[in-house]
């Protein structure tokens, strides 16, 4: 029986406690305000950390992958022996580096097949649920079969839609057009945005305010789900009384079988802003 590590990078948004009880190791990305102030994203840096840091000194900091040398070193430390097994899951590579880092990692293995490197094209916990679903297979002790199999379902199967404050992060850091960003700033117009097929951010509609935004979104989740099982979470970007009324909105209307609601760390944070809140469901 092989034994099945998960590793994932930090963009995941995966609670402390779940990251604990699941064992998941979390390789974190980098924020970057100057070049000598450089943080650890979920390490040397929170969420909350990172938000009042934003807001005191007023810029929207860059952000890097890990290094190749980062994930070989993860993994070696990983593989106890011939039967370990390692799948890693990481953020869209769309949006960063970080899955080709891991992927020249692999390459760098002795036993490079037993790492498999997976390009979730989704970002935040949208990235999160899909990992927290794979670990508790694992630490049932499911088969790797059995792990890919439904990973490769949920990848299938997970949406995400969220909405900003505003769309100056996203546009400065290049992750969608300016017209867009324009659009989003005139008469109070709340886009909702989602990821493509691909991974990458596009606007999907667009409301006027915000709880026309919130009620399409519910609307879009029914058409899609209906009355299945599903796994939701909510991960959002200081706004955390929204994102608790829309878990609780989604309890009373979904058939939900697990809910999370987890803060945006500080990587998703720097292309997103403060004020975002997104949505992520899949089907138990």
Do not use: W
């Not at 840091?53 to 070193?73: A, L, M, N, R």
């Not at 498999?116 to 916990?125: F, L, P, Q, T």
């Not at 490769?152 to 769309?167: C, I, R």
């Not at 886009?191 to 951010?201: A, D, F």
């Amino acid at each position: 029986m092989s034994k099945i590590k998960i590793v994932t990078d930090s963009t995941a948004d995966i609670p402390t406690s779940l990251i604990d009880q699941l064992g998941i190791t979390v390789v974190p990305l980098n924020v970057i305000f100057s070049d000598d102030e450089v943080y650890e994203d979920g390490k040397t840096l929170l969420s909350d950390q990172f938000y009042k840091k934003v807001e005191e000194k007023k810029i929207i900091p860059s952000t890097s992958q890990p290094t190749p040398y980062q994930f070989e070193q993860v993994y070696r430390s990983l593989i106890d022996d011939e039967s370990t097994e390692i799948i890693s899951i990481h953020l869209s590579s769309k949006l960063s580096g970080t899955y080709q880092a891991a992927l020249i990692a692999k390459q760098s293995m002795d036993n490079e097949e037993a790492v498999h490197v997976i390009d979730s094209k989704r970002a935040s916990y949208a990235i999160g649920i899909i990992v927290v679903e794979i670990a508790k297979l694992a630490k049932e002790g499911k088969s790797l079969t059995e792990c890919l199999t439904r990973l490769n379902e949920l990848l299938e199967e997970t949406t995400v839609l969220f909405m900003v404050d505003t769309l100056d992060y996203l546009q400065k850091n290049g992750r969608i057009g300016k017209a867009s960003a324009v659009f989003g700033s005139m008469l109070k117009i709340k886009p909702i945005l989602s990821l493509t097929k691909e991974g990458e951010v596009f606007p999907y509609e667009k409301q006027r305010g915000q709880k026309k935004a919130l009620n399409r979104i519910i609307e879009l989740l029914k058409e899609q789900y209906g009355s299945e099982a599903v796994h939701v979470g909510i991960s959002h970007a200081i706004n955390e009384t929204l994102a608790v009324e829309m878990i609780q909105r989604i309890k009373d209307e979904f058939n939900v079988k697990s809910d999370v609601v987890t803060s945006i760390g500080a990587v998703i944070g720097a292309h997103v802003g403060p004020g975002t809140v997104s949505i992520a469901m899949t089907k138990a």
